[in-house]
């Protein structure tokens, strides 16, 4: 593991589609709020609009598209390669929507680290926002954790309530989570990496 010239945590960002949280993180990396060095931004999805947004801002990428019928641990072989010829020292996914192996959580122990768009334990899996409102809650938020083998499970290090109104749908429930998530994202990485928690 290597810290740049200046002593911050090189990380990775995982994506899969959009990247506003990732963009959310390089913004913090840029303007000194979060001491991380961004070393690379890696997709398992080649056209996510995140891999073209990280190129613009001049941050390292790789496309790891994963391959149907091929074991998890060969789709990840190139991810995790990337990692240790990079130096990184915390993985952080941003929207990564595959299930890492017990392998791969293994090579990071307690140095993955994942948002969620609810309040775990409650609401786990893919599509928390439409299940929060499926189950008529007046509250939700976001969740970040520590990722172990099981999905949406590990140690949570930091959470913020976002409230439902009457009426919410997905379209309008969604960017308040995001807000929520921009937000808190940055910050529980700065006091994570710097132990001050
Ligand atoms: C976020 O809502 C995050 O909580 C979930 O995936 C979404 C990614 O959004 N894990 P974006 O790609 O960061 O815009």
Redesign the pocket.
């Known amino acids: 593991m290597k810290t740049d010239a200046s002593g911050r945590p090189r990380i990775a960002i995982l ?1 899969s ?6 963009e959310a993180i390089l913004s913090a990396c840029k303007n000194g709020s979060l001491d991380a060095e961004p070393a690379i931004v890696i997709s398992d999805n080649p056209d996510a609009a ?1 891999l073209r947004k990280a190129r613009a801002r001049g941050v390292k990428t790789l496309a790891s598209p994963y391959r149907a019928r091929v074991p998890r641990e060969e789709n990840e072989a190139p991810i995790l390669k990337a990692l240790r010829d990079e130096g990184v020292e915390w993985v952080v996914l ?2 990564f929507m595959k299930i890492l192996t017990p392998g791969f959580v293994r090579a990071f122990p307690g140095r993955i680290v994942n ?3 609810a309040l775990l334990p409650s609401f786990p899996g893919a599509h928390a926002i439409a299940d929060v409102l499926e189950a008529g809650s007046d509250i939700t938020g976001v969740t970040v954790h520590i990722v172990d083998e099981l999905v949406d499970h590990g140690t949570v290090i930091s959470q913020t309530e976002v409230a439902i109104f009457p009426g919410d749908t997905e379209e309008t429930l969604a960017p308040r ?2 807000d929520a ?1 921009h937000k808190l994202y940055p910050r529980t990485l700065q006091q994570l990496f710097h132990d001050d928690f």
């Open positions: 994506i589609g959009t990247g506003s949280n990732m995140g941003a929207g948002i969620h768009p989570i995001h998530e």
